[in-house]
């Protein structure tokens, strides 16, 4: 299977905080100290906008974290196995790679990594979005958190709120 046209990029499709831990804890610890070089977003030419259904692509020069989100609860965290290079031939939409391509994203590169954050949505029995996870990275004095946004991807570059359990990966 081939997502949206991204060469050699195949999901590995988790759910819950412990299970997501078990498998990239020591990875995610171990970028800490690290710069980010660039955030790279899969753009939509014909619409001009960021597709939010294809994976995020944290750039640390050594270590490449590939971030993806799908349906309530699915995260996929893979490593190096896409080449943002590399063009992507979806045959139903026009997609590019792009690094830093949106304003909030254009100061992030260049900023070390102080620690990861796996953070839990606490939105109650109602909140169909409840439990759902988002990796957080501290950038001080810059944040990026890549979220569920309900079957796709959500970016938010500022700390953390009160709706998430914040859970501190350390080396």
């Known amino acids: 299977m081939i997502r949206y ?10 759910n819950g905080r412990s299970n997501i831990a078990a498998a ?9 100290g690290l710069t980010l070089q660039h955030v790279w977003l899969v753009w939509d030419l014909d619409d001009d906008e960021w597709f939010t259904d294809a994976p995020v692509l944290l750039d640390f020069g050594a270590e490449q974290v ?6 309530f609860d699915d995260l996929s965290i893979t490593w190096n196995t896409i080449n943002p290079l590399r063009a992507i031939e979806d045959p139903y939409f026009h997609l590019a790679w792009r690094p830093d391509p949106t304003p909030e ?13 796996l953070l839990e949505w606490i939105g109650g029995d109602q909140d169909m979005a409840d439990g759902s996870l988002a990796v957080g990275f501290d950038l ?7 979220f569920n946004a309900l ?14 359990r914040r859970n501190r990966i350390d080396p």
């Open 105 to 117: 994203l254009v100061d992030l590169p260049g900023h070390t990594l102080r620690h990861v954050e």
């Open 151 to 164: 079957d796709e991807n959500g970016l938010e570059c500022q700390k953390p709120g009160q709706r998430y």
């Open 66 to 71: 590939e971030i993806d989100h799908q349906k």
């Open 24 to 32: 990239h804890a020591r990875r995610l610890a171990g970028l800490v």
């Open 140 to 146: 001080d004095p810059a944040w990026l958190t890549v």
């Open 5 to 14: 046209g991204i060469q050699d990029y195949q999901p590995q499709w988790l």
